[in-house]
């Protein structure tokens, strides 16, 4: 078959393809411990379950809206303003199948062909292809770990050209944790703004911020500038939600239009009953998210302990988010010389299931997701610090 220049330019997602890997070798018997995927091991809060429940019992499962129904979208307005402080209505919202879709229709509002996106590296798999897919071009700006892997404003000024539209920021930061203060955020975003370039925040794992670092984000900043930012969020991580696709967008109202006509041409609405639990979400108990809050801290500080261990290993402690993303290219060998071939003689050997840190642009790291429980995750790690200290041998 003859397949399009878009589609065949594009990767399938390394964590989805980690994932299914280890599904693979589970299904033929192998005891495989997965420390790739990325999202929470708690169930979904039963009050949002329930919620689904009952309108599925009641029939709710006939289209609604396309950016979501009226009563969903004035909860999420309530959520950016509880939390944040702010006064935003319905229609400066949109719900989306998931964050990632909320992202692409973004990029496809945005971005022009040609036009220069700018993403610090390490980054979100998915965001040069979505560029991509929106035929722009993904500019990506490196960071070091012993800067915590958080770009400057003095960092991106180096990669800016007339064709600059979009800078793309994350935080907490899936792959690393890290995680930009209050001041670190809106310094960056005065810098976009002074120079024309429209900033999307990505801020799904909001929820997920350890002490002593302090929630973060453009929320506030979108207020006084609302035609130069947008702020993602959803329920994916904060309920643990991942396959229930709610995400949603905070911007000018004049982008949510253009927005909902892009989905309106392709998904149409989130599924009916599924935005029925989203509402029972926000507008319920957050007690289930504290309790995720202390135990993913729990188990940052458990990795970071053992991690520390690990000579020669770098790994900056991350604020948020549930990843860790260690430097371990001093581990590489002639064998196993790079992070793809690294995760592959883990899996292999080991049996337990990483991502190389080349899919998220940094080929030095791996990103270990502690979801998991306790006693896995330090049997998981000293076994992978025992497999690197062989690779010396």
């Given at each position: ?114 036009d220069e996106v700018l993403i610090p590296g390490p980054y979100w798999v998915s965001y040069p292809d979505m560029v ?262």
């Open positions: 078959m003859n397949f399009s220049k878009r589609v065949l330019s594009i990767q399938p997602s390394a964590t989805l393809a980690i994932n299914a890997k280890a599904q693979e070798m589970r299904a033929e018997g192998e005891n495989v411990i997965s420390l790739a995927v990325g999202e929470p091991d708690f169930s979904t809060p039963d009050h949002i379950v329930t919620a689904a429940k009952e309108a599925l019992d009641k029939g709710f499962t006939r289209y609604t809206a396309v950016p979501g129904m009226p009563e969903l979208r004035r909860a999420v307005a309530g959520y950016f303003s509880r939390t944040y402080g702010i006064e935003c209505t319905q229609n400066e919202v949109i719900v989306s199948n998931g964050g990632k879709q909320c992202l692409y229709n973004l990029l496809q509002a945005l971005v022009d062909p040609g991509q897919l929106a035929e722009g071009a993904a500019v990506i700006v490196p960071t070091e770990p012993e800067d915590n892997f958080l770009v400057k404003k003095e960092d991106l000024e180096k990669y800016v050209t007339s064709r600059t539209r979009v800078l793309i920021l994350n935080t907490p930061s899936n792959p690393t944790g890290c995680h930009y203060s209050q001041a670190q955020l809106e310094d960056i975003a005065r810098w976009a703004v002074s120079r024309d370039i429209f900033v999307i925040c990505d801020e799904v794992y909001d929820q997920l911020v350890y002490p002593p670092a302090e929630m973060s984000s453009l929320c506030s900043f979108w207020k006084k500038h609302p035609d130069g930012v947008a702020v993602v969020n959803g329920l994916s991580k904060t309920f643990s939600m991942t396959g229930w696709r709610i995400g949603y967008i905070l911007a000018h109202e004049d982008l949510i239009k253009a927005m909902s006509k892009i989905q309106g041409q392709s998904t149409s609405n989130v599924c009916s009953f599924a935005q029925k639990g989203a509402l029972a979400g926000l507008e319920g108990s957050f007690e289930m998210v504290e309790t995720m809050r202390d135990s993913f801290a729990r188990r940052r500080d458990l990795a970071l302990e053992i991690i520390g261990s690990w000579k020669d290993a770098v790994c900056p402690r991350p604020d948020g988010a549930f990843y860790l993303f260690p430097r371990v290219d001093a581990f590489y060998n002639d064998r196993v010389d790079s992070s793809t071939e690294l995760c592959k003689a883990v899996l292999e050997k080991e049996k337990i299931a990483l991502v190389p840190g080349k899919a998220f642009g940094d080929d030095r790291c791996v990103r270990i997701s502690y979801a998991v429980g306790d006693e896995v995750l330090q049997d998981c790690l000293q076994r992978l610090g025992g497999f690197l200290a062989g690779l010396r041998a």
